[in-house]
């Protein structure tokens, strides 16, 4: 019982570890990319919502430094369409964070970035007897968001394997929740304005390449 305690402990000892690393390079005084940012409020000029998997992290994946990127990341990056709904009745967090960044720090970039092998996209994509077996409270009725990403005609089904069907159910889903965020009022208008931009990308894990939604041709195109 002893050595498995010490086993569960390795992985927030490893993070203790790394806080000590991280004082030790960025609070001092002659950092100056943490003295540009520790002394003044944030101003961020890209909003990326990613997933919540732990293998894709956008600050690394972009190479951004610190106060670059507000970054919201949750179960298959989805973005819910506009609900106000009542103080009582819902939980808005993903809601909340595009507020913030549209109406407070006035970002001109959002990107809605999904990936390779996404567990949430996996659930959508399971045959009805295994997803009733494996019900979740919150998982279903968040993924039920991108649901529609995950039908697919007969015509479909013959002309694709199992792996492309959910290749490309990933990327719907990113398009679904693009259309999401201009369901938001706020960021209608300034999409309208100009001040705006929102971009879908789709990260391949396997391969490590990076792929940007064309608005005019209507595909992903792999970043060079």
């Not at 940012?37 to 944030?42: A, D, E």
């Not at 894709?56 to 919201?72: C, D, N, Y």
Request: glycine share 6%; aromatic share 8%; hydrophobic share 40%.
């Amino acid at each position: 019982m002893k050595q498995k305690k010490e086993s569960i402990m390795d992985a927030y000892n490893q993070l203790i570890s790394g806080y000590r690393e991280f004082r030790t390079h960025y609070l001092k005084d002659e950092n100056q990319e943490w003295l540009k940012v520790s002394g003044k409020k944030q101003d961020p000029k890209v909003m990326m919502v990613a997933c919540s998997d732990s293998r894709v992290h956008p600050a690394i994946l972009t190479r951004s430094s610190l106060g670059e990127l507000f970054m919201v990341r949750n179960v298959a990056n989805v973005v819910p369409p506009f609900d106000e709904g009542s103080d009582d009745s819902e939980y808005h967090g993903t809601s909340a964070a595009i507020e913030y960044a549209i109406k407070h720090l006035q970002v001109e970039h959002i990107i809605v970035m999904g990936h390779s092998g996404c567990g949430g996209i996996g659930s959508l994509m399971m045959p009805p007897a295994k997803e009733k077996a494996e019900e979740y409270s919150f998982i279903r009725p968040w993924m039920n968001i991108v649901k529609a990403a995950s039908e697919f005609t007969e015509e479909e089904k013959a002309v694709m394997n199992e792996t492309s069907r959910i290749s490309v159910c990933e990327k719907r889903a990113i398009l679904i929740s693009l259309d999401n965020l201009v369901t938001f009022p706020w960021i209608k208008e300034a999409i309208k304005l100009g001040i705006l931009q929102l971009h879908g990308w789709d990260f391949d894990i396997k391969s490590g390449n990076l792929s940007e939604y064309n608005w005019q041709e209507k595909i992903f195109e792999e970043i060079s």
